[in-house]
């Protein structure tokens, strides 16, 4: 097993070498792929040192795998390239996630639908997934109408730069508009503005979770409005989210799904005041879903609290959880 991390020295990259020596995924030939700026640079992996190669070098080494988190624009470039090798490309940017013709996977949920023929598969939103791992059971048992969704995103959703402005402003530093990631201060401040705007006043991010949803639960009819805010936490986003079924539910029934769906934990035990905190998720694998109550207003509205962390099942965990899917049902050699 031949496997290349691109982008190697970001954020993610960094979690999702994390995640490979945690969860033992067998690799024989690891190779760290980054921007030419890191190229040779060494970086310790499962007990031994690497050298960064270059885009170029890795494609000619053909690993069987290569997990991207470099950006749409590398990934669009470059993924094909990789493809064209074999390679099975696992690409963490929003370059394919709604091309109709690549699979955009959780695997909880479509993992199956996966074939020898996916050589570019999209990993979603990390907003999104976290929703759809806990939504997906409860919409196969009562369909959903309808989303209304509030996020409440970590800073470290949007990389490095982000959470070097964070700590500078953490630490007293004023504000630095030429070497800030946002507009505005993060330290103690809600920013109700992830990634840029669209036409229609809402941003890339908030039309994510909307496209995304639909795709990876396979239905269009699905009405779906969402609002997506950074905030100032480094563990994990969270996620209000008010769901109105086509079908009547109980609680019991949407407790008991919860409960009995992979990566999911509930949290739900308001009188010991027991419900999902970032904090608590920070490092963790798992989704938590608690506060869930009925949504009084109407007939079959219920509402949620879902919270994970954004770096590891909202990225790179989701990736490698691909890759071991992978390997375990011999799509890749």
């Known amino acids: 097993m031949k496997l ?37 640079k060494i970086i ?14 890795a494609v000619e080494m053909a690993p069987d795998i290569a997990i991207f988190s470099a950006g749409g624009s590398t990934s669009l470039e470059w993924a094909p390239k990789f493809a064209a090798k074999g390679t099975v490309v696992i690409d963490n ?25 996916n050589k570019i598969i999209a990993n979603p939103n990390c907003s999104t997934i976290q929703m759809v791992a806990a939504l997906a059971p ?70 994510k979770l909307v496209h995304e949803t639909r795709k990876i639960l396979n239905d269009d009819s699905i009405k779906i409005t969402a609002t997506a805010v950074r905030v100032p936490v480094d ?49 963790r694998d798992e989704i938590f879903v608690g506060r869930i109550r009925r949504d009084e207003s109407t007939e079959n509205g219920l509402n949620l609290w879902i919270v994970s962390d954004n770096l590891r099942k909202g990225a790179a965990t989701n990736a490698v959880q691909i890759a071991e899917y992978l390997v375990e049902n011999t799509l890749v050699s």
């Not at 954020?11 to 040779?40: Q, T």
């Not at 690549?102 to 023929?117: F, G, R």
């Not at 109408?145 to 470290?156: A, D, G, H, K, N």
């Open 4 to 40: 290349a991390v691109v982008g190697v020295t970001g954020l993610v990259g960094g979690v999702m070498m994390k995640v490979l020596k945690e969860r033992n995924f067998k690799i024989d030939e690891f190779i760290p792929v980054a921007s030419a700026r890191s190229v040779g």
């Open 44 to 57: 310790p992996f499962n007990g031994r040192e690497y050298s960064v190669v270059s885009m170029a070098n």
């Open 93 to 117: 940017s929003s370059a394919w996630r709604m091309d109709p013709a690549k699979i955009l996977c959780v695997p909880e949920i479509n993992a199956k639908d996966l074939t020898s023929d």
């Open 138 to 207: 409860l919409h196969k048992a009562f369909g959903i109408e309808r989303l209304v969704i509030s996020t409440y995103q970590s800073f470290t959703g949007t990389g490095v730069k982000a959470v070097n402005q964070y700590q500078n402003e953490k630490s007293g530093e004023d504000f630095n508009a030429e070497t800030a990631a946002y507009n505005h201060p993060i330290f103690e401040n809600c920013i109700p503005h992830c990634d840029v705007f669209l036409d229609n006043g809402y941003t890339k991010e908030e039309m």
């Open 235 to 283: 563990g994990g986003h969270s996620e209000s989210v008010n769901v109105e079924f086509k079908n009547h539910f109980t609680l019991n029934e949407v407790i008991n799904l919860l409960d009995n769906t992979d990566g999911i934990i509930v949290q739900n035990n308001i009188n010991q005041n027991e419900y999902p905190m970032p904090l608590f998720a920070k490092n």
